[in-house]
């Protein structure tokens, strides 16, 4: 089956690093997508990788390996505005392209 | 200027009764897209849009049904309304990779 897995809840304190992994499971694949969403808003798009490796964009950088089925979100110097829902999704080749996203992990960051 | 718009924010109402949600986007892209997010956070696609033909119908009720007058427009019409569809429902639009989403519309069936 298609399914994406990811941990619910995450908690870590303001400045700390804190890793998100998320582990897909497709009948075809064009890429990771990483959104953000806070409390009461809509997700806003973080990154994409679509390639092995690793894509830096500030204080977050973001990990696929397509030969494992596996990414991860990083978070570095976290923030108290960083507690937020975090979502990863992949694109579906073969199936309309269609977008799936996981439950998303629930990050908390403590003074 | 806001790319993508929903209306209402918020809708209250009864069951049985028969309404719609409007989404417009400003970006110019292709594809439009309806998101469910129940109370659990759960995001789940409904439809999608490209250049006005419906490119993706997933498992949703008949009762649900995306109208899209023009590219910048995909409007959702519930009929019959259910206490099981209280949730926020999100509009969106991509381009490419990056989805942009509406702020939502917070439905809550009485």
């Known amino acids: ?111 | 200027d806001t790319a993508v718009s929903q209306t209402p924010k918020y809708l209250v109402t009864q069951m049985g009764n028969d309404k719609s949600i409007k989404c417009e986007q400003n970006l110019g892209h292709d594809t439009m897209y309806w998101y469910k997010q129940d109370s659990k956070k759960f995001l789940k696609i409904m439809f999608s849009y490209n250049n006005k033909e419906l490119i993706i119908n997933e498992t949703v009720p008949n009762r649900f049904s995306p109208k899209s007058p023009d590219k910048a427009h995909l409007n959702l019409h519930i009929n019959s309304l259910e206490l099981g569809d209280s949730a926020v429902y999100f509009c969106a639009s991509s381009q490419f990779e990056t989805q942009y989403f509406g702020p939502g519309t917070r439905l809550l069936v009485l």
């Open chain 1, 1 to 111: 089956g298609q399914s994406l897995e990811q941990p619910s809840e995450v908690t870590a304190v303001e400045g700390a690093i804190v890793q998100i992994n998320c582990t897909y499971q497709t009948s075809g694949f064009y890429g990771l997508s990483w959104y953000q969403q806070h409390d009461g808003g809509a997700p806003t798009f973080l990154s994409y990788n679509a390639l092995d490796g690793l894509e830096e964009t500030g204080r977050f950088s973001s990990f696929l390996s397509r030969s494992d089925s596996y990414g991860y979100l990083l978070l570095q110097e976290l923030q108290m505005k960083d507690s937020a829902s975090y979502f990863c999704a992949v694109r579906e080749s073969g199936n309309n392209n269609d977008m799936r996203f996981g439950a998303g992990t629930r990050l908390t960051v403590k003074p």
